[in-house]
């Protein structure tokens, strides 16, 4: 990724967020990283788009209760309908300890309309 900027969302997980091993549950990460794509995507398309694709996700650390998750985005390809948005999750660590690289992944988003058919992402006019 380019040099980083501010996140497109900034969260700190707090126990509710935990699976049976006392980590963050992965899924939370998930859907957390796919807000932030979404996020980046709208500023090609104010209107509604959807989610076709997420490449894969490894997890690379885990994630504690209290730390502060920064998921950073970037624009990769802007096509007629669609967005590419690459996301790279960064942890600051509750305890001091430093930053982690969590995980990060490649996104797909489809600009739509009120019926769910594709649209234009730059509307003419």
């Known amino acids: 990724m380019a ?3 501010d996140p497109a969302i900034r969260v700190m997980l707090l126990p509710k967020d935990t699976n049976g091993y006392g ?4 899924g939370v990460i998930m859907s957390h990283l796919d807000i932030a794509g979404a996020v980046e995507a709208h500023k090609h398309r104010q209107g509604r788009v959807v989610t076709v694709a997420i490449d ?4 690379i650390a885990p994630v504690y209760v209290g730390d502060l998750v920064s998921f950073y985005t970037e624009t990769l390809k802007v096509g007629h309908t669609s967005v590419t948005v690459s996301i790279e999750v960064e942890a600051l660590r ?9 995980t990060e992944a490649k996104a ?3 600009a739509v309309d009120g019926a769910g058919r594709p649209v234009p992402i730059r ?3």
């Open 23 to 26: 980590t963050i549950f992965g």
């Open 108 to 110: 797909v988003y489809v």
């Open 3 to 5: 040099d980083k900027q």
């Open 123 to 125: 509307e003419a006019g």
């Open 94 to 102: 509750a305890d001091g300890s430093g930053t982690v690289r969590v």
């Open 56 to 59: 894969k996700v490894e997890f």
